[in-house]
């Protein structure tokens, strides 16, 4: 009897900390999800400072409301999961800046819209100047990859390691700064082996073989293959904008790039792999 309890309490314990880590996981997901949101909003910002209409417009989408919709409310509840106590991560610093700032300038403050556009362009300097670490992102992609192998099926594991293998080609023969036609090449070839990896990874999850043989195994199956294409998702292809936005190519050519990235492969990931994993999910 005191064996079955001491059983079921490791098999407690097991799930509890299954559960966290899936909760953390969604957490941070969400997280880099309004992120997105937010930094998008920023970057529509018009150049001209006298432009007030965008720049109200600008501040209302910074905070996710409507023209007549509270900016306070919104600030409260965004400024609760952004504030640097609280979300220790380095871009957390730059949103929160963002917030109270959209904040302000819908508070009629007559300095806020102009400290609004010095903390945008400051910040989009520094993208410029900086080049992510792109060897060090792709090596930690690859090691959580390992980490989830013993949830993953065989056919799972090799469609990712080739996807892997496909952005290990594209980092270790970056593009010249100044050379627009070979960025552009890398990176539509780049586009194709990730979307071509992300096909068959969703062709092989809808395999009657593959469900039957692991069945059992699905639920943790799927959340590692989630886990996984959210990190590729939210930590290397904004990191391949980044340098992208910070070579010396025409600007016309950077945003046509960065345009194909976020149609052809975060979107096709967000509404094709995530979406048929949360699908599944939701169903159990």
């Not at 060897?135 to 992609?141: A, E, F, Q, R, V």
């Not at 056919?155 to 293998?165: C, H, P, Y």
């Not at 092989?204 to 886990?227: E, G, P, V, W």
Request: net charge positive; charged share 25%.
């Amino acid at each position: 009897m005191k064996k079955m309890f001491l059983h079921i309490s490791i098999c407690l314990c097991a799930l509890t900390s299954y559960s966290n880590l899936l909760h953390a996981e969604e957490e941070g997901y969400n997280h880099n999800k309004e992120a997105a949101r937010i930094l998008g909003a920023a970057s529509n910002l018009d150049k001209n400072v006298n432009n007030i209409e965008n720049g109200l417009e600008t501040a209302r989408n910074i905070l996710g409301i409507k023209e007549g919709d509270n900016p306070k409310k919104a600030y409260f509840a965004l400024a609760k999961k952004w504030h640097p106590d609280k979300y220790k991560a380095e871009d957390g610093k730059y949103i929160f800046k963002l917030i109270t700032n959209a904040k302000n300038v819908l508070n009629n403050d007559k300095d806020a819209l102009q400290q609004l556009h010095n903390l945008i362009d400051q910040s989009q300097q520094q993208a410029h100047t900086q080049t992510p670490n792109l060897t060090s992102l792709l090596s930690d992609w690859e090691k959580l990859l390992e980490d989830q192998k013993d949830t993953l099926t065989r056919n799972d594991f090799k469609i990712l390691k080739r996807i892997g293998s496909d952005i290990q080609k594209f980092v270790t023969s970056l593009p010249n700064k100044d050379d627009s036609d070979a960025m552009h090449n890398k990176v539509e070839f780049l586009i194709t082996d990730i979307n071509i990896g992300i096909k068959a990874l969703i062709k092989n999850m809808k395999s009657r073989t593959q469900a039957y043989f692991h069945l059992k195994k699905r639920t943790s199956r799927f959340n590692s293959i989630k886990l996984l294409a959210n990190s590729l998702n939210n930590q290397f292809i904004p990191s391949v904008k980044a340098y992208i936005q910070s070579s010396h190519v025409d600007q016309d050519q950077k945003d046509k790039s960065i345009e194909k990235l976020d149609q052809q492969v975060s979107s096709y990931i967000n509404n094709e792999l995530i979406t048929e994993i949360d699908d599944y999910l939701a169903s159990k």
